[in-house]
């Protein structure tokens, strides 16, 4: 067996690894070398810009409730049957010891002068054009609900910014777009435009527009919480704009996803009016 040994200069690690596309895709349908989990894990990586992120990315993008990324366990395991597979090398890493994430991988430091800030691992070229070529990158992977929660709330907070008038506007200028369908692990989510949620938000001024009491408590950036609901759902083919959101206090949110009264549903029309 064939030793090759791990550099590393600058923070980036190098190792020849000269398996071809054909072998990778080879070995990418052969379900004892990729473990669904493992297919799972590069499908991730593909989805990143450069086919790169470091590992706590992904898992915070994928499965935040868990303490530390998955990622290790789960290449070294695939690392170990790829090279059992093809036995002609092993790597051996720069303390010495067998080194793994590097097969799939290439892997460098963030800022190598500080290796807390992260290790971004990048998908080889090989493995890439394996991917596209056996047709594996339609696959659905699933983005977690905490981080499509965040990321809308990060979006709907950036836009909070602007004036209504300049929401207003914003919002014409946008040519009519079909809403489109995010999948999650939990269900089928709708993409909603972050200007029209702010822009709900500023003219509701802190006050539900059912009950019409003030919202139940502050945010931490000091703004008032409600959540904005689509009178006529979007997933009964409702419209995201000003003419279909309101804010509501999270009571009479659930209530008119429980209850839906047509009285309720009219008064908020009236409201938007
Ligand atoms: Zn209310
Ligand atoms: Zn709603």
């Known amino acids: 067996m064939e030793r090759r040994y791990l550099k590393e200069s600058n923070g980036h690690y190098e190792v020849d690894i000269d398996i071809s596309v054909d072998e ?11 473990y669904e989990n493992a297919l799972d ?16 990315t992904v898992k915070e993008k994928y499965s935040p409730e868990l303490k530390r990324p998955p990622y290790n366990g789960i290449v070294k395991e695939l690392t170990r049957r790829i090279l059992k597979h093809l036995n002609r090398f092993e790597v051996i890493g720069t303390t010495g010891k067998k080194s793994v994430f590097i097969v799939p991988f290439e892997g460098w430091y963030v800022d190598y002068k500080r290796p807390n800030k992260g290790f971004v691992w990048k998908l080889r070229d090989e493995l890439v054009q394996a991917l596209e070529e056996v047709g594996m990158v339609d696959r659905q992977i699933f983005l977690s609900k905490e981080y499509l929660d965040k990321k809308e709330q990060e979006n709907i907070n950036k836009a909070f910014q602007l004036s209504i008038y300049e929401l207003e506007k914003k919002i014409d200028a946008k040519t009519k777009k079909q809403t489109l369908k995010t999948t999650s692990a939990a269900s089928v989510r709708y993409d909603r435009d972050p200007d029209v949620s702010a822009l709900a938000l500023k003219k509701a001024n802190g006050y539900c527009q059912l009950c019409g009491n003030l919202a139940p408590f502050l945010k931490k950036d000091g703004t008032p919480f409600l959540e904005v609901h689509h009178i006529r759902w979007l997933s009964e083919g409702g419209v995201d704009d000003k003419t279909n959101t309101v804010a509501l206090c999270p009571n009479c949110h659930r209530k008119m996803h429980i209850l839906d009264l047509q009285d309720d549903r009219d008064f908020l029309i009236n409201s938007i009016k």
């Not at 990778?24 to 990729?34: A, D, R, T, V, Y």
């Not at 894990?41 to 706590?56: C, D, I, P, S």
């Open 24 to 34: 990778w895709k080879s070995m990418l349908q052969n379900h004892e070398i990729f």
């Open 41 to 56: 894990m590069v499908l991730k990586w593909y989805n990143e810009v450069g086919h790169q992120a470091t590992a706590n």
